[in-house]
């Protein structure tokens, strides 16, 4: 009796478990066809939906020399750019740029290793050229110190007093109660050294943005916010000495085909100093 009431209680567990299989299977069928993005296109896995977030999050990006844009007035180049040739900036003195700041140092140990022939190859194309110092201070001191291994590859390189510097603050390290009297310490270091042609670089978000403005002035400050579609129609931030308002441009026809960022100058911040002869 007991063996098979057994019996009955398996063969019935084994047929509710093969519905039970057989409904979930139909479930799930019907999901994976219905499924949707967030889009409302249909998702058919991890690629496609990276297909469409890349779509979504597509950058406006446009080719330098666009008058329905900004005037495109100056880019700046860092090591993202070391295959920059110099063809690509003749190009960009054709379509109208006047200016570039390369970066040349970053803390108080790092130099782009294409800064040189970066403002070689801009000084060649008839190119204003200016330099930047990516700022990572959190202190008197280290302001100091980053300053004095600017002044070094600068004098070691040769280049001129004259040259426009800016301190390119954004960098979360350097944001403080006391940023202003350590940019200060790094501006002085730099004046008692020969170069006194200073401006500062920030962005509107900057948590210590008016205190660093603060010490040069708004006329000699770089800013930087990305409108989604910059327009010749609207332009911001006349207030300041420059506006960097895209960091999606292109060169037409150049061989880097990479995006570089562009800036509008208001009051000729990037064409004073050491000119297109910055050695």
Known sequence: MR??????KIASLFLFTASLLLALTASISVAAASDMSYTGQPYDGKE???KVQTKVQTADTFKIGDSTRPSQDAIDVSSYQGNMTANDYQILANKGVKSVI???????????????NQMKYASQAGLNVNIYHYANFKNKSQAQAEANYLIKVLKNKGIDNKIKIFADMESTSTQNDNVASNLNAFWKVLKNGGYSNHGVYTYTNYLYRSAVINTVGQKQTWIAQYPYQPSASNLLHSEFGGWQFSQTARIPGGSYTGDLDVSHDYTGLFTGGAGSDPF
Not at 3 to 8: E, P, Q, R, V, Y
Not at 102 to 116: D, F, H, M, Q, R
């Open 48 to 50: 496609n939906k990276a």
């Open 102 to 116: 390369v970066k040349l140092t970053e803390g108080s140990n790092y130099t782009n290793p294409y800064a040189i």
């Open 3 to 8: 063996t098979i009431l057994a019996n009955h």
